[in-house]
């Protein structure tokens, strides 16, 4: 049996931008790449629960709050999901156990990103280009119908890894995902579905741990006005956010990696369905998207980071974790000359300038009523298959190595700086 290549990380690899600490850009765990064949022999084993995240877990209930979903940087966050739990579909035990013995499938996306994106993230730029394929699946029809499974929504599961991959040309969506407009894609249903099979690999997932505090700063200025018969003095008084530490884990490894196939509407158009009027569809604007999604109580890991931090590590200051979030779209669109000068930046705001144009191609689209033409009504559905409090069992060493041996508690004390300009 051969190795076959995968995105499961052991460790954390952090590549910042420029201006990190200042909170202007986030750091990015990439996945570090690792053989392995089968997934059980990839996934982590559920481990242990140590007596002190059993005690945090017990004294740390998530308050009832409003979802607060936010963008970080060019990125998504994990908490950002559109199915709702009453109509998420997953995988059954016993076919989760059938999973675990299939081998784990290759990770295009982060082959990727390994090679191209890492340096466009260190360099503020977003990622671009077109790689081809050269080995893949040498019958299409028969890997797409011999799959590991069929799920209840009639959607094929392919083992990509013996079967091989889609051979049509990707290309990165800026840092959202991957794109495609091959001819193989088009109005094949096998090669659509052998694609989207090839490409539904696990999100890229890391949690962005910032510690912070407060620095008073006092401006005092001379007023040229009289006050109170004297000349004025006035104070301005200014919190300034002093960022600690950032530092960043990759999760990727920990979320089960096949995606559940499924239609944003239960009611409405099935997968296969979505594909065949994918496939019909005449507009040269046409295009197809998949989102995915990791369910997980990604709130209740963050507020056992930040009691772990705080009783355990002695960290007393601020502290703020989110969830970046890579590899969240999949999307095959009509590659064409009108598709190309309306993806294209320069195109797309003159168009808006013009006006005209720019509803013209709404209306052309779509966008403003009647048949939609862009499509984004596929989701896939990942999911971490441990508690959060496993979770944080096993990210202890990385939250170890990144957090720095600092005075917290002085750290956490009100700070006063004066600075004193007199103006006038």
Request: hydrophobic share 40%; glycine share 8%; net charge negative.
């Amino acid at each position: 049996m051969t190795s076959t290549a995968s995105s499961v990380a052991i460790g954390v690899a952090v590549l910042p931008g420029k201006d990190v600490m200042q909170g202007a850009r986030d750091p990015l765990a990439l996945p570090v790449q690792q053989e392995g064949n089968l997934v059980q022999e990839l996934m982590p084993p559920a481990p242990s629960i140590s007596e002190a995240v059993g005690y945090i877990a017990q004294n740390s209930a998530v308050p009832p709050r409003a979802q607060q979903i936010a963008r970080i940087g060019p990125l998504s966050s994990a908490n950002d999901r559109t199915l709702k739990a009453s109509s998420v579909k997953y995988f059954d035990d016993g076919q989760v156990d059938v999973l675990l013995q299939t081998q784990t499938p290759p990770d295009l996306y982060s082959h990727m990103l390994r090679n191209v994106g890492g340096k466009m993230w260190a360099t503020g730029g977003t990622p671009s280009g077109e790689i081809q394929i050269s080995k893949g699946a040498s019958d299409v029809h028969a890997a797409v119908g011999s799959p590991v499974m069929t799920t209840a929504v009639g959607v094929p599961v392919i083992d990509v890894a013996t079967a091989g991959v889609s051979k049509a040309s990707v290309e990165f969506d800026a840092w959202q995902g991957i794109k495609s407009g091959d001819a193989r894609v088009q109005t094949d249903l096998d090669e659509m579905m052998l694609f989207f099979n090839t490409h539904n690999t696990r999100p890229v997932v890391s949690m962005r741990v910032e510690a912070f505090h407060f620095d008073k700063q006092i401006r005092q200025e001379a007023d040229t006005q009289l006050f109170n018969g004297n000349d004025g003095q006035e104070f301005t008084t200014t919190n300034i956010q002093v960022a600690d530490f950032v530092t960043s884990i990759d999760l990727t490894y920990l979320i089960f990696p096949f995606g559940y196939l499924q239609s944003v509407d239960e009611k409405g158009p099935t997968v296969k369905q979505l594909f065949e009027k994918f496939a019909k569809d005449g507009n040269m604007l046409k295009a197809l998207e998949m989102s995915k999604e990791v369910h997980f109580d990604f709130e209740a890991l963050a507020m056992l980071v930040k009691h772990f931090l705080s009783a355990v590590m002695g960290v007393s200051v601020n502290v703020d974790v989110t969830f970046p979030m890579m590899n969240k779209t999949v999307r095959i669109y009509s590659k064409n000359c009108c598709s190309s000068m309306v993806s294209s930046s320069t195109c797309s705001l003159g168009c808006q300038l013009l006006c005209v144009p720019y509803v013209c191609t709404m209306l052309y689209r779509g966008d403003c009523g009647g048949e939609q033409h862009v499509v984004q009504d596929i989701r896939s559905v990942f999911k971490i298959l441990y508690e959060p409090s496993q979770v944080l069992e096993l990210i202890i060493p990385q939250l170890r190595a990144g957090v720095p041996n600092l005075d917290w508690s002085a750290l956490a004390g009100k700070r006063e700086r004066a600075a004193v300009d007199l103006v006038g």
